[in-house]
């Protein structure tokens, strides 16, 4: 039997948690699937956060944490599962996961995130987990007072490599660009040009990682002159992005050609009650503060949507009789008249259900029926379009009723 549910959250990173404080609070049953066993997605692989307002000290653990017991609070549930696939046909949407579980949910939010980039550099799959690392906070005790290399210049690459001289010996950054210049912001680029457990290697990349069992030294070829060298090195970290977890929403939404969801500026994605939010989603910055905004956006979007869509369903689609539509805007005079018009028909006595649609609030129906010009005027009946007049005149009115 599937498990039904108003919201579920595909995603426990920050952009996650957030949709559902905000779909929790606003009494929607609310689940978070989350396919690993810590919570936090991305940040549970830092360490320092320093830059989420309005919270000075604190760790990028700790935060998450907190997340969480915000979003229980309002009676958020959380569940382990890998998701399969995702059934977006109609009203209520099927979510189905490797393990066999299945899930049911009026409104449906993205929060997958992205995966480490993997370069494919000769030795880097044979020695992961044997000195080749992805995530900082995961291994960094493991090459206490050891000397290791990082590869990546970018924000992450450096606030996790400041993190790593807590535990190693030597850190050597092998930098793509010219001398002094990094991808990092000014502030974590002076700090790791002030720290003295970290070396750079300009103009440079890493070609190969070699060791008998683990690792145990690292190829760099530097660019401009094609010279190799080896550095002596117990570990590599690789920080140079990541890839966005949308291999289950291959046809089943809109991605980039990168593979990222592409959604409008309320999150939502090209199929009606599902939004994408936070890493997973194409946009430029990518910050716990900008994912937890999504997720807020999309929480706020999914509960509309599943209110305008509850209340077209019972009072249209399934309706005893037939409906008159009206679409209009506070903002336009020709619509008010017509409201008015149609007010005084007394339509409800005529057998007509009468309904008035405001195409600011209500997009997502304006958008199904291919209104594009208000007013305008539907007839349904049993769900279907029977007639549509845009722009009616008082005999065209009178003609359909």
Known sequence: MSEKYDLIVLGGGPAGMSSAIYGSRSRLKTLVLEAKRKTGGQPSTYHDMENYPGVPETTASELMENFRTHAE????????????????????????????E????????????????????????????????????????????????????????????????????????????????????????????????????????????????????AVVKN?????????????????????????????????????????????????????????????????????????????????SYIEEEEYWQNHVVNADKPALVAFWSVTDQESMDLISQLEAMELENKGYKFLKIDTYKNRLISDRYGVEEIPTLLKIEAGEVVSKLVKPEKEEIKELI
């Open 223 to 303: 660019i401009k002159n094609g010279e190799k060298s080896e550095i002596d090195c117990s570990g590599v970290f690789f920080f140079v992005g990541r890839v966005p977890s949308t291999d289950f929403l291959e046809g089943v939404v809109d991605l980039t050609e990168h593979g990222y969801v592409k959604t409008t500026k309320q999150m939502e994605t090209n199929q009606p009650g599902v939004y994408a939010v936070g890493d997973v989603r194409n946009k430029v910055v990518r910050q716990v503060i900008t994912a937890a905004g999504d997720g807020a956006t999309a929480a706020v979007m999914a509960q």
């Open 102 to 217: 299945e899930y049911r949910a009026k409104s449906v939010v993205i929060a997958t995130g992205a995966e480490p980039r993997k370069l494919g550099i000769k030795g880097e799959e044979e020695f992961k987990g044997k000195g080749v690392s992805y995530c900082a906070t995961c291994d960094a005790d493991l090459f206490t007072d050891l000397d290791i290399v990082v590869v990546g210049n970018g924000n992450s690459a450096v606030e996790e490599s400041i993190y790593l001289t807590k535990f190693v010996n030597k850190i050597t950054m092998i930098v793509i660009h010219d001398e002094g210049v990094m991808d990092a912001e000014k502030i974590l680029q002076e700090k790791a040009m002030e720290n003295d457990k970290i070396e750079f290697v300009w103009n440079s990349v890493l070609e190969e990682i070699k060791g008998e069992g683990i690792v145990e030294k």
């Open 73 to 100: 609070k309002f009676g958020t549930e959380f569940k382990k599962g890998e998701v399969k696939s995702l059934e977006v046909d109609g009203f209520e949407k099927i979510i189905k996961c490797k393990k066999g």
